[in-house]
């Protein structure tokens, strides 16, 4: 390991450049705290691979999902952040200094926002990626307004497929909800279910994997699956299919770290946004209760900046 | 008390009109849960009278907070959000339904957003008003940026008055401090304190009253006090005064209620933003711990919209 005269030193490391790295960002450097960005993808996070974002506030009309990444960007680039690729393997705790391993050498922060956010569970399947966004959806409360009156496919069985299932119903004529073993959620939410699968407004269909998603002209026209027991091939025609069969949080790099993390990987933090770790915080959607929502993401990178310069005038 | 047949009924009232009121009523509105808000003052709250907003997320060069309130105010009602002229003036739990009393007669909501705000205390001298936002502002993470290489007075001696003034010596040229009796931070703000003191960028001015804020052009001149020992007038030439004396959380028709308050008069709330009312939320503001940002004012609008829902499905 490097001698510690020999590493770049940072006032703050953000992990990250999505929605709330690049708010914390304007934050910090618009209060003239020399902030680095780490982003090992594609500035912008999600977002930016969103078609139209129709309910981040302050666009009436909604915006794409290029163009509010690329304006966040440019407002923290505005006040001096500086955005580098490089992906960080490990964070160490040295005391006033944090050191982080990262693809490009390694690092030192006094203070770090882990702002990596989460990936939608994808099913791998032939159409997925192409009708990403076109008809392929994770996410209901962010597109499920999009499908007023108009027939739906959701696939997943848990806890969050049923919710979001029920959720749609608002919006679609009629859903088919493909459940490759039995359906794993409340009892609760299954009695809710109940009801509009009574109503003929939704179809459950068990022991059913989803083979491929099939579409032509920029639009989802139908989802082939295999009935398990029958072993054949099953068609529903439809307008869109939302996935739900989890989140992966961005934290593997935080895996055997003294960060804690919740079962499923999101990152534990107090209510100044602070991990277990001093001087580490996190913020947006790879933090435990995150609601997958830019708006909120936005909205944390802030409130952490704040946090994050009390820690470092010694007030946290 | 009028019977309940005749008193309106809606799915959610929101209480006031400003960023986090407006993105909760758009989130509820695009999920056609029928949303009514009422606001007793200004639409878009404290950001409408803001002159010039640099650090909202996704305007790289800044925002007029009438425009973005204008903007909220929209969005929200092209999702179908009505906004009504009305103040609330008390909120009674009756199960599944909430009562407000409000001006324009009882209402009732299956659940409530509270989400009033808090205005900063005023000093109540000539000029205050003429200059706000032209010279005299209650927020350094806001303004302080506005000011740099500048002469600043800072007034209070409070602990946020303390961490405000350190604060401001990262832009200001030098710093006045008026305070009407002793300074009352902590130790720690107060040795942090006196190394600027010591360093000459900070001279308190203790047992000094703040009488009068002058100014021509639209521009801060100098402020005009009194030194309370001599009783002689003082004269502290500046570009611009920031007033610490406290904040005032819009909560005064809750005193009495069982919606727990903080001592200052924020309300109380668990991490899914619902007060000990149950069915009753608070977001922005007007909730303890707030940041006064209306980045976090917006995201914590989406949070609660999504808590909300899941509170009407039964699942909250």
Redesign the interface.
Known sequence: MADKKDVPKHDVIVVGAG?AA??AA??TT???IETLLLERGVVGGLAAVTDKI????????G?EGLT?SD??R??AE?FGAVIDLGEVLAIHDEGEFKRLETTEGDMLARAVLIATGSDYKKIGVPGEQEFYARGVHYCA?CD??FYRDKKLVVVGGGNSAV?EA??LT??ASHIDMLVRSTVKASD??QG?LQKFIDDGKVTVHLGTTTNEIVGQDNAVTKVVGIDQASGKKVEFPTDGVFVFVGLMPNSQFLKGSPIDLDKIGFIKTD?DLHTTMPGVFAAGDIRS?A?M?I?????????AA?KI?EYL???L
Request: glycine letters at 12%; charged letters at 25%; aromatic letters at 10%.
């Open positions: 929605p690049l708010t304007i934050y618009r209060e003239d129709d309910n981040y506030p302050g666009f009436p009309d915006v509010l304006q966040l440019k407002q505005r409360t499920g307004a919710q029920i959720f608002r919006y609760v939410l809710e209510e209760g609601t929502q708006a909120s993401a936005a909205g944390e990178g802030a409130t704040l310069r005038e010694g007030h």
